[in-house]
């Protein structure tokens, strides 16, 4: 019976020159496909084996034997298969048994693993995100999420200015080059759970009920997505970011926010003058907000009487309430009130009917109605038959007109 501590001399456990080369070859490769070079390959996989060794408990050398008398036993166990196939004449004599079993064709899914992220994926990620990819906002499991599409990162990778970062002197960015294209260099991104491809999701996928009556209320433009099992790389591809960056100005924000509290805790223990100083302050802000009460009431009055009076009724500060500027809501300081429905509707029933019950003037022009929302100019002509004064509307009008179907 063979000794558990190894395999001895002569058996396939030792590798053999081919063998070795053939170990060169793939950590080339992987360290390649990484953006590292094989040294820095290395050092990585020595990191991986040591914290893999401390979670189980182990030495460096103890886990790394482990791992060969579990390699030799596989290859002894897929040594007796292979001589059991012989036996039934599955495979004929002189045939070399495969190694490590059949290669992988190309477009086979490469499987995720949870991990610290590369550092040249940290770098591109860092790279791509300080560039103009045009991303749009999406909804990623109830968080807003910063979403853009495959062929515009593809084209910040093949660009100059990617070229020129990643030739810097100690850049961790992976060198563009035909036997590493643009597409394997994005590859490091979902390898490293740093972006992920997403498409648009139905909020009522799963759900038992139908599709409801009343649709429901979004932001136009922004897309509920969720996050696909197979992370293929195609031009007209949508990906999402996960990764954050530097959080530095969120902790300053954090700090700030800190510090305020602090500060306002421990008011009683301010100074004499700053706390008299805000005392005043307060005072003032107070006597602004009962200014603003007070005109906010009288304006109300003054358009309840001058709507009976004069209507349509007189509005001072017509903007105040209105979603525009702090210094747009004082402009202008008065204004006559709007008939919005007539506005929206375009039916100049109401002006027809309007031009018509009043009469006209001396020398047959209609009397024109001041435009609420600009002041009116006015000039007065003597009439030479009655030597009557009229009064002449120089501003311009605006005629209102129904929306028709743009092409």
Request: glycine letters at 8%; proline letters at 11%.
């Amino acid at each position: 019976m063979a000794s558990p501590q190894g395999p001895p001399p002569g058996q396939p456990g030792q590798p053999s020159p081919q063998q070795i080369a053939a170990m060169q070859q793939h950590i080339a490769m992987e360290a390649q496909k990484r953006g590292m070079t094989p040294q820095q390959y290395q050092q990585w996989q020595r990191q991986q084996i040591e914290a893999e060794a401390k979670k189980q408990g182990l030495s460096v050398e103890q886990y790394i034997n482990k791992m060969r008398q579990e390699a030799f036993q596989n290859h002894q166990r897929q040594q007796q298969m292979m001589a059991q196939q012989q036996q039934q004449g599955g495979q004929p004599q002189g045939q070399p048994p495969q190694q490590g079993g059949p290669p992988p064709q190309q477009g086979q899914q490469v499987p995720i693993n949870p991990g610290p992220p590369n550092p040249a994926a940290v770098a591109l990620a860092k790279w791509l995100t300080g560039q103009d990819l045009k991303p749009r906002t999406c909804i990623l499991n109830g968080q807003r999420k910063d979403m853009f599409r495959v062929k515009r990162a593809l084209r910040a990778i093949e660009s100059p200015a990617y070229a020129k970062a990643a030739s810097k002197k100690n850049s961790l960015l992976p060198a563009l080059t035909p036997q590493n294209p643009a597409p394997e260099i994005f590859k490091l991104l979902p390898l490293s759970l740093l972006a992920l491809r997403v498409s648009k999701a139905d909020p009522h996928e799963g759900h038992d009920h139908g599709p409801s009556k009343k649709p429901a209320k979004r932001t136009k433009g922004l897309w509920t997505v969720k996050i696909e099992s197979q992370q293929d790389i195609r031009p007209d591809l949508h990906y999402v970011w996960l990764f954050e960056g530097s959080q530095w100005r969120t902790k300053l924000y954090a700090g700030g926010a800190l510090l305020l509290i602090m500060a306002v805790v421990m008011f009683p223990l301010w100074p004499i003058k700053l706390r008299i100083g805000v005392w005043y302050l307060s005072m003032g802000m107070l006597g602004l907000l009962g200014l603003f009460f007070a005109m906010a009431i009288f304006r109300l009055i003054l358009f309840c009487i001058t709507v009976f009076t004069v209507p349509p009724g007189l509005w001072l500060y017509p903007n105040l309430f209105e979603d525009v500027g702090f210094f747009d809501s004082f402009r202008p300081a008065w204004g006559w009130q709007e008939d919005k429905k007539a506005k929206k509707t375009g039916k100049p029933g109401k002006s027809a009917s309007k031009s018509k019950s009043e009469p006209p003037s001396a020398n047959g022009d209609e009397k024109a109605i001041p435009t609420p929302s600009a002041p009116v100019s006015t000039s007065a002509s003597l009439d030479s038959s009655g030597g009557t004064m009229s009064r002449r509307n120089l501003t311009p009008q605006i005629e209102e007109v129904e929306d028709g179907d743009s092409d």
